[in-house]
């Protein structure tokens, strides 16, 4: 299937078959590189259900990447991805930058790492007109009610 690899492949096949992802609650990875691989996975399993029109798999899979993103920040590599495979106003990359918002205030990453993320095409304006315009808000990592980033499930867009 295009955009998927093969970790991906296998959360979408569980989901198929179970009506649900799997339980991650439980599983504690044994390093930082696997809670990576797992956003990426999460990733690329909205993107694909977007471009398939399934929204509740990305409604899902958003709360996956949340949760995900809650027990670890993502990198890089994460945001680069969401900003190369999902669309311009799409709920992932909506989703992205309050998270970042939240790691500004307590100061998780060092100066290079702010720098290489400003090289990512549209993360600039769209960071900092988040910073700009929402100073009172709540992280979606520190949200119960998800809905504003999920997708209508009766009509995708």
């Not at 694909?48 to 709360?63: H, V």
């Not at 939240?102 to 990453?109: A, D, G, L, S």
């Not at 090289?119 to 119960?144: A, H, Q, V």
Request: with cysteine.
């Amino acid at each position: 299937m295009p955009g998927c690899d093969e970790f991906t492949f296998l959360l979408f096949h569980h989901w198929l078959e179970n009506g649900k992802l799997p339980e991650l609650k439980d599983y504690i990875p044994e390093s930082y590189n696997e809670y990576e691989a797992l956003q990426v996975a999460a990733v690329k399993l909205w993107a694909f259900a977007d471009t398939s029109s399934m929204p509740r798999l990305q409604n899902e899979t958003m709360q996956l990447f949340v949760y995900l993103c809650d027990m670890s920040y993502p990198e890089i590599l994460v945001v680069e991805l969401i900003y190369t495979i999902t669309a311009e106003r799409s709920k992932l990359r909506n989703l992205i930058a309050p998270i970042f918002v939240r790691i500004v205030e307590k100061k998780v990453y060092e100066s290079e790492f702010w720098e290489a993320l400003g090289k990512i095409p549209g993360w600039n304006t769209e960071f900092y007109d988040l910073m700009s315009s929402r100073l009172d808000f709540e992280c979606p990592t520190e949200r119960r009610d998800l809905s504003e980033y999920e997708v209508d499930e009766g009509q995708h867009t």
